[in-house]
Structures are given as structure tokens and as C-alpha cells.
């Protein structure tokens, strides 16, 4: 049910907007919202998650990772994952990690398959510390004790690379059809007419608290430039100490063509299910900027622009390498 104490604007997507994209993303069958004074862009049924998530009880042991979608979580949430678990092999070859991570607001899509483990977020309160949680929710939608709790760490990625990694990712999800095309879904995007967006708003808030001493901001350009002194970080962050030997292993163990192999991370079995589609998996190329073998100029020069006008007037920026 609805909540009517929620603080935030919850707006519905007016009806032939959601029957137009409804029809591009033929997986969500119930409807859009806009909430809060940006407007993120979610399904209908947030709705009724929004209160629960906002007023859920932060434990000082919990840890969070959060990103925009397809900004290397998965490979963030390993990373983060080993090292506040000491580099336990043992658990992370066996378990697969949408098990070792709550997805905060996966109940809010109503055609998520039970085997993906979508957890109500009432149940997330009984689960033992210390809980490692996922979210792409922005921080403004998220409790708002949180950073003054526990430890969260931000990825952000390229968004050029991010769309086109998320439009993938949607005709694997079967979110989108197998035959839609990108260029759409970009128009889409830089709309704020995607899941999750606006894309800006969402990573500004994040590098707006980037110095809470509970933030740690990372950018997927670095992780795959070095990782090993993204170990480092991520152990310094949590208060691990790590030897030059567990951060080489740790390094082989998160070096994409191995991470692209490992069955706990990549959700074969999934795909071999058919609730996945069989085209490119889960963990896909991780490729910085890769965007440039599907932007036509077009799209190039629109993304210049739409960078330029969100960067304006902030001291964000992407890592150039």
C-alpha cells in the first residue's frame, strides 16, 4: 500500500506517456513514476516500496554499494565483498553473489522471476549482519541515515558506455525487445525516460557527499585502469589490512577476462534457464569506452552536448585515460 507519509513527490507518468513506453519496454507491464524535485524515473509499483526502503533501519554493519546501473557494480560489489570478507575464495566460488547482496528494491518490479531472490524490503531486517546490500536507487531516495550509519561505497562510469551497456543488459533481462535498437534507447536515456534517471542527478549527489568520511566514490575508469589500488582503497575504506599477496590474488580473481568466466557472478545459469535471453551475458565486455563501436555522429555529438550541459557548473568529471 501506499504511503502517504512518504516526504517525497511521487508522480505517475501520465497515461499515454506510459502506453508509448510501455511499448518499448515491453517488460514492465504496471507503469512509470516521477519522484522527488528531480524526477527519477522508476517503475509504477516504487509506489509502494518508496516508504519502506526510506524508513528501513541502517545498521552500523551494514555495507552498501550503489551505482547508476551497468557502472560496474557487479565487479564493485566483488571487489568490496572479498575484501570486508577477507578474501574468502571458499564462500565466493560456491555462493553466487546475487545471493551474498540484497537487491534493495528488486520486489518493485512485478515480473521479476522468484529465482533472482527478490526479497520485500520489510524482510531485509531480519537478515543477519552483516548485510551486504546493492541499490541503484540515488542516495536522496535511500534512508536518510545512511551515510551517517554505515559504509557505502559509489561506482560511476562513463554514461556513454553506460547506456549502451544498460540497453544490453535490458534485451538480456527481456526488459526490451531482442530486436530493439539503440538509438532509441538513447533518446530515452538522455530524456531521463530510462530507469533510474536522470543519469546526472543521480551520480552528482553521490560526489556531492564524496567526503563523508562513509563515502568511498570510485569511477570504473579506475578499476580498470588499477585495480590493485582500488584494493587498497576499498581495504583502507573498510578498516582491512590486506598483504601484497592477497591484493595480486584478489587482483587475478577481479581481472575481467576471469571475472567474465566466474559462474557466481555471471548468472549462466540464468541464460541456460531461458529466463534470461542467449545473446551477450551478464558480465559483458568491460570495455572503457567501447561506446565508440555503436555511437553513430550523431549520437557522439548529442552526448558531448548533454555532458557538457549537465558538468556545467560542477567540478565533476570523468577520469580520462
Known amino acids: 500500500m501506499e504511503n502517504n507519509n512518504y516526504p517525497l513527490e511521487i508522480r505517475d507518468v501520465e497515461p499515454e506517456m506510459a502506453e508509448i513506453l510501455m511499448k518499448y519496454f515491453t517488460g514492465e507491464h504496471t507503469g512509470f513514476v516521477r519522484v522527488g524535485p528531480k524526477g527519477y524515473f522508476l517503475p509504477y509499483m516504487f509506489k509502494y516500496e518508496a516508504f519502506k526502503i526510506y524508513t528501513m533501519e541502517i545498521r552500523p554493519t551494514d555495507v552498501f554499494v550503489v551505482s547508476y546501473p551497468r557502472s ?20 565466493a566460488n560456491k555462493m553466487p553473489q546475487f545471493k551474498r547482496y540484497t537487491f534493495l528494491e528488486l520486489s518493485m518490479f512485478s515480473s521479476v522471476d522468484n529465482s533472482l531472490n527478490p526479497i520485500k524490503v520489510e524482510d531485509i531486517a531480519k537478515l543477519p549482519a552483516p548485510r551486504f546490500i546493492k541499490s541503484h536507487l540515488p542516495l536522496s531516495l535511500l534512508p536518510p541515515k545512511l551515510l551517517d550509519t554505515t559504509k557505502v561505497v559509489y561506482v ?15 534485451k538480456l533481462m527481456r526488459f526490451i525487445s531482442e530486436d530493439a535498437e539503440l538509438k532509441p534507447y538513447w533518446n530515452y536515456f538522455i530524456k531521463s525516460e530510462v530507469l533510474w534517471t536522470p543519469y546526472f542527478s543521480h551520480v552528482l549527489e553521490a560526489w556531492e557527499k564524496r567526503s563523508h568520511p562513509n563515502m568511498l566514490f570510485l569511477f570504473y575508469e579506475e578499476l580498470s585502469k588499477d585495480m590493485p589500488a582500488a ?9 582491512k589490512e590486506v598483504t601484497s599477496e592477497q591484493v595480486a590474488k584478489l587482483n587475478e580473481h577481479l581481472d ?17 534457464s531461458g529466463i534470461f535471453t542467449k545473446g551477450p551475458g551478464f558480465v559483458r565486455k568491460g570495455k572503457v569506452g567501447g561506446w565508440r563501436d555503436d555511437f553513430d555522429e550523431e549520437m557522439t555529438e548529442q552526448a558531448e552536448k548533454w555532458i557538457a550541459e549537465n558538468l556545467r557548473g560542477t567540478d565533476f568529471r570523468f577520469p580520462n585515460f
Open 72 to 91: 560496474g557494480t557487479t565487479w564493485t560489489q566483488e571487489l568490496v565483498w572479498m575484501v570486508a570478507n577477507d578474501t574468502d575464495y571458499e564462500t
Open 156 to 170: 560511476a562510469r562513463d554514461p556513454r558506455d553506460v547506456v549502451v551497456s544498460f540497453f544490453h543488459h535490458n
Open 231 to 239: 584494493i587498497l582503497r576499498v581495504a583502507k575504506f573498510l578498516g
Open 256 to 272: 575481467f577476462k576471469n571475472f567474465k568466466k566466474n559462474k557466481t557472478v555471471n548468472l549462466e545459469e540464468f541464460q541456460e
